[in-house]
């Protein structure tokens, strides 16, 4: 199995980071959660069992959000057109143009019952094909149309370096 790339990822607002492998970080930030931490261990497990390596969460903001990075297992090569991102992902987005020639799909579905918007990039790196998934979650609200600009801005210009 390949290492784990950093990924470069910017966003505007503040941000807190936990990688999911240090308790720590996670026990700070499930304390954080709009629910209380109630139910993050079962939704932190869930992450982690789907490859996911970090975590980002607005906090300080009238709209709590989450940004997870998920490294799929087995999809460190393969076809990184936009139709293999689709089929690899399944996914029906539309593509996000990015400055470094990697493969953007971004698909938004809110979830049926309830206020949380999700809107996941699955990004192909231009080389290798390795995928990764930059999950952005609204828990309680819908993302302005601003907000999801600020993410297709972030994941056109997002990079990372395989080693």
């Not at 809110?110 to 999950?135: F, W």
Request: hydrophobic share 40%; glycine share 8%.
């Amino acid at each position: 199995m390949s290492p784990i790339p950093s990924v470069r990822f910017a966003l505007p607002g503040r941000w807190l980071k936990a990688e999911l492998d240090d308790p720590a970080a996670v026990s700070a930030l499930s304390d954080m959660l709009p629910d209380g931490g109630r139910e993050a261990d079962a939704w932190l497990d869930s992450l982690r069992a789907a490859g996911a390596k970090t975590l980002l969460l607005r906090v300080q903001s009238s709209s709590a959000a989450a940004i997870v990075f998920i490294w799929p297992p087995g999809e460190s090569h393969g076809d990184a057109s936009a139709a293999g991102v689709r089929t690899r992902l399944g996914l029906d987005g539309e593509t996000v143009p990015n400055g470094k020639g990697y493969t953007v799909v971004r698909d938004r579905r809110a979830k049926e019952g309830s206020e949380q918007d999700v809107v996941t990039y699955g990004v192909a790196h231009p080389e290798t094909g390795r995928i990764l998934v930059v999950r952005c979650m609204a828990f309680d609200h819908t993302f302005e149309p601003l907000e999801v600009e600020d993410f297709d801005l972030a994941a056109a210009n997002l990079t990372w370096d395989e080693t």
